[in-house]
Structures are given as structure tokens and as C-alpha cells.
């Protein structure tokens, strides 16, 4: 079955620091490819998409790019800021080009200190 | 648009009582999804509806859970009896088939079941 597998954290970093948090995928077929962001208290929201191999997604300042050589989708992000500490999901669609249901990955705790 | 809703927002209870959750998507919505977030397990997808019928139920983890959507603008979870590890944060989500796989979450229901 489809699997999403992310680095352990919690990944501390200081602000300014380079981000990156590593999310590689197991899938049958051509899943899409998100990052979802999850700050304390709320639910989760996109942060950002791929839909198909060498896609690049980005959204304030952090981008991902879907290979399926490696099939992973590293996030990254040139400079953190203290309001990126939060919770960050990697997670896949299992079929393509309908709305359905999405694998999670277990999350990475952020935490960016000043 | 108001988001996703989900009442209570917090919800402390005794074993053995029945809890209700709520949860109001974003209208035009044609997916509803129920999910379970815990330290152990992660976030766990239960069920989620396309236009109101139940599609996949396989992650509900037992006969106590049942969840129904009488509307498109509603749909509850319920737990009967409840049991202490059924504590958990519950997040519902909403998604359109117009944007593919981008799921809206709740701010989610904190249940404590003592």
C-alpha cells in the first residue's frame, strides 16, 4: 500500500537557518505530492502541492520539488523564521485526478528559536 | 467563507458516556473526511463521504464509532461507549473536486475521556 515516511524530530533550528525536513513516498501509480503545515492549536493547512514528477511547489518561502527517481519530496526553505515553528506533514494521494483520500506522514516538529 | 467548523471545541467526558462530535464543511464541498490525531498513532483517517455517502470506513477503529451526514452541511461523529483511549484531537476536513485533493481541516475537537 502507499506509505509516506518523514525524518524524526523535533528539528530546532536558529532563525535564519537554512530548513530542510526529508519525506519520501511509497506508490502505486502517479500520486500527487503535499506539504501540509499544522501551527499550535489549529488544524492542518496546505502549504504546498506537486502534481507531477519535477513539479516545483513553493508558498512562503518553502518549496519542494516531486522526484521520482528518488521518489521524495524534500521541503525546504532558505530562511526560518520564529513563525514557522509548527508541525509539518508530508503526505501523498492515492489517485490521481479526483478528490480523495490522503496518506499523512507522521510529521516533524519544527522549532525555531531567536 | 467561515472554513470548516467542528463543535465542541473541547470535550472532557466519563467512560462509558457518549460523545458527539460536529462538523460543518465549507458549502460546495463535495468530500468530508473524519480524522484522529494522537501522540502514538499519528493522524489516522476513520471515514470520509463524497456527497454525503459513506466511501471508505476502514479506519474506524471499532463498532462504538459510527458517524453519519444527513446533509451536505453536516455530519457528526459519535462514540458510544467511550473509553479512555479514545482520547484524542478529532479534525474533520472538507475538499472539492474543483481542486484536487486540497483538503480544508477544522480547528478540531480535543476529547478527554476520563
Known amino acids: 500500500g502507499n506509505s509516506v515516511t518523514q525524518m524524526e524530530g523535533p528539528v530546532t533550528l536558529s532563525e535564519e537557518a537554512f530548513l530542510t525536513i526529508n519525506c519520501t513516498y511509497t506508490?502505486?501509480?502517479?500520486?500527487?505530492l503535499f506539504w501540509y503545515v499544522q501551527y499550535p492549536g489549529e488544524g492542518l493547512q496546505l502549504l504546498l502541492k506537486?502534481?507531477?514528477?519535477?513539479d516545483k511547489g513553493s508558498n512562503k518561502g518553502f518549496e519542494a520539488t516531486y522526484r521520482k527517481e528518488t521518489t521524495s519530496f524534500h521541503l525546504e526553505k532558505g530562511s526560518v523564521q520564529v513563525s514557522d515553528s509548527a508541525v509539518y506533514f508530508c503526505?501523498?494521494?492515492?489517485?490521481?485526478?479526483?478528490?480523495?483520500?490522503?496518506?499523512f506522514g507522521t510529521g516533524t516538529r519544527l522549532q525555531v528559536t531567536l | 467563507d467561515a472554513g470548516v467548523i467542528q463543535s465542541p471545541r473541547h470535550e472532557v467526558t466519563e467512560m462509558g458516556q457518549e460523545v458527539t462530535l460536529r462538523c460543518k464543511p465549507i458549502s460546495g464541498h463535495d468530500y468530508l473526511f473524519w480524522y484522529r490525531q494522537t501522540m502514538m498513532r499519528g493522524l489516522e483517517l476513520l471515514i470520509y463521504f463524497n456527497n454525503n455517502v459513506p466511501i471508505d470506513d476502514s479506519g474506524m477503529p471499532e463498532d462504538r464509532f459510527s458517524a453519519k451526514m444527513p446533509n451536505a452541511s453536516f455530519s457528526t461523529l459519535k462514540i458510544q461507549p467511550s473509553e479512555p483511549r479514545d482520547s484524542a484531537v478529532y479534525f474533520c476536513?472538507?475538499?472539492?473536486?474543483?481542486?484536487?485533493?486540497?483538503?480544508?481541516f477544522g480547528p478540531g475537537t480535543r476529547l478527554t475521556v476520563l
Open positions: 476536513a472538507s475538499s472539492s473536486i474543483r481542486v484536487i485533493n486540497e483538503q480544508f
Open positions: 506537486a502534481t507531477k514528477a519535477d
Open positions: 503526505a501523498l494521494s492515492d489517485q490521481g485526478g479526483t478528490a480523495s483520500k490522503l496518506t
Open positions: 506508490a502505486t501509480g502517479y500520486p500527487s
